[in-house]
């Protein structure tokens, strides 16, 4: 009964993180699309680090964000590839030294990812060169990782206990 209970809390936290990114990403629509962009739910990718959901989470919302951003399949198989291994190397990253490590390699690995993945993909879209497309893209991670995703990181360290007990 303890599994399928858990099972249960972590389908519930996947989705309710998947709506989240979706609506904030659709509803700042202007700003969360295109080579110069910055996508405020990137900030939720520090769940992986207090959550395994946050994993399928994170991927289901950017594959909902991205079918209706307007770059079509590419967007939809490329830049949810990019959150997927962006917030699988999070999940990795949760047990690496302390908190401002996991923290700093966080952002490092989701600006990365991002900036590499979703670059190359705009790059190719807009004909713009990959380089200045990367670095702008890698921008918006940087802001949205350094804004959004620490206030959500100081508010899941403060509840991190009750997680502790659904991950039990």
Known sequence: MKAR???LVEIIAGGII???YAVITILLAPISY????V???EGLNVMPLYLASGVPGLTVGCLIAN???????PDIIFGTLATLLASLSVRFIRKTGNRTLRY????LSVTLFNAVIVGAELSMLEGIPFFMVAAEVGLGELVSMLTAGTVIMLVMDRIKGKLNDLEE
């Open 34 to 37: 295109g080579p110069v962009q």
């Open 18 to 20: 998947a709506a989240i």
């Open 104 to 107: 700093i390699l966080t952002v």
């Open 39 to 41: 996508r405020i739910a």
């Open 67 to 73: 079918i209706f951003g307007g770059y079509g399949l």
């Open 5 to 7: 209970k858990k099972l």
